[in-house]
């Protein structure tokens, strides 16, 4: 072999070897990338600010859990990494403990939205939770679940085969509305069962109801009935006061029972109707105990010093519907009547975090212009008077009813 082609083959095998051993770093490269922290494969993605905050969490145990889970679970490569993202927020924010704070991952903030429309395909139910339970605020009137028999206060221990211990409210409204003309089964607890009984209801299309009124003739009785505190009720609410205030009457009741409240702004307009100007009318509290907000009365009190008023309240009356009783009540202006109020009194506040996501989160809470707190266990009657129905008639509105002639 001659010089020239020994020189050429060396040189080849040198290439051949810068060649292979570059092949190998780069395939040792690539083999590190795939296998390193999940934790760098998804922060290096997109939005990798982090909160000064979390840099006090040790999120080790995370990521651990998250490559554990991708190791060991069946099917892992089924739950996208986005939607693993949307679990670790939900749990996050359900570590506070509060179960009207939440998060809403594209479908749910879909239906989230029409729900706070107004109008929506379910059985009509207004949820919350009792010490960790899930309990019916109220039934809304003429909804599918008014007609079956649900009452307010009623715990729903089943959505169909679902036990709902430990659930949150938002599954389990997903759980409960469905195509109209479908059925849902919800197995109830209520005092005075023996047992749990299962009740079938027919999902529907749910219009909210607002105002109502009645005129007791013989007693010469106004009564308002108020469903709840959309943006759409002062107004309304105005009406049937205005038809109150020509009517002659001098008794008017009020009547928020299952009324499961809504806007705080349409509390303090109604409430203004009552309640002399710069007279508080709720207080909130948010954070910072330092960080306190006067709801006070927009002037009007156009309601007669000649007038009697009786609230009527029970357990499905809650929020901005005890926010207004107690207003009246504290400041003389009416007396309550009926049963112990559901007691919620927070404030939500709706926030969006990606074009389809959102969060809601308390952010203050409530309290009466004599600072008694709504969620501590609600507002207590001045006259209990408990609910039945006799022969079809309320009884408890017909003694609310008779008290003024006593």
Known sequence: MNNSKTHLILGLKAVLLVVFTVGIFFGGVYIGYQNRPSMDKITSVIHKDTATEANL???????????????????????????????????????????????????????????????????????????????????????????????????????????????????????????????????????????????????????????????????????????????????????????????????????????????????????????PEGKTIVKEIGKDSKDVTYHNSKGGALFPKTSKLYILVDQGSASASEILAGALSEHGIGVLVGEQTFGKGSVQEVIKLTNDTSMKVTVAKWYTPFGVSISDSGLTPKIKIPYSLVNGVDQQLAKTIELFSK
Do not use: C
């Not at 570590?95 to 009509?124: A, C, M, Q, R």
């Not at 089943?158 to 919800?186: H, N, Q």
């Not at 007791?216 to 205005?242: G, M, R």
């Open 57 to 275: 969490a040790d999120f080790n145990a995370f990521w651990k859990a998250w490559d554990l889970a991708n190791q060991k679970f069946p099917g892992a490569d089924k739950t996208s990494p986005q939607d693993r993202v949307y679990g670790a927020i939900k749990g996050m924010l359900a570590s506070f403990g509060d179960p009207y704070t939440t998060f809403f991952p594209p479908v749910e903030n879909k239906l989230f939205e029409t729900e706070i429309s107004g109008s929506f395909s379910g059985v009509g139910i207004e949820l919350g939770q009792k010490d960790g339970i899930l309990t019916v605020i109220a039934p809304l009137k003429d909804t599918p679940a008014y007609k079956a028999g649900i009452k307010s206060g009623d715990k729903i221990v089943k959505i169909g085969d679902k036990i709902t211990s430990g659930i949150s409210i938002e599954s389990a409204i997903d759980l409960i509305r469905g195509k109209e003309g479908t059925t849902v089964d919800l197995t109830i607890f209520r005092d005075g069962f023996t047992e749990p009984k299962s009740f079938s209801i027919t999902r529907a299309q749910i219009s909210l109801p607002t105002v109502d009124t009645e005129k007791i003739t013989d007693k010469k009785v106004f009564i308002i009935h108020l469903y709840n505190f959309s943006a759409h009720s002062p107004e309304l609410f105005f009406d049937a006061f205005n038809e109150y205030l020509n009517s002659g009457y001098t008794n008017l009741i009020l009547d928020l029972r299952g009324n499961p409240g809504g806007y705080l702004n349409a509390s303090v307009i109604i409430g203004s109707l009552f309640v």
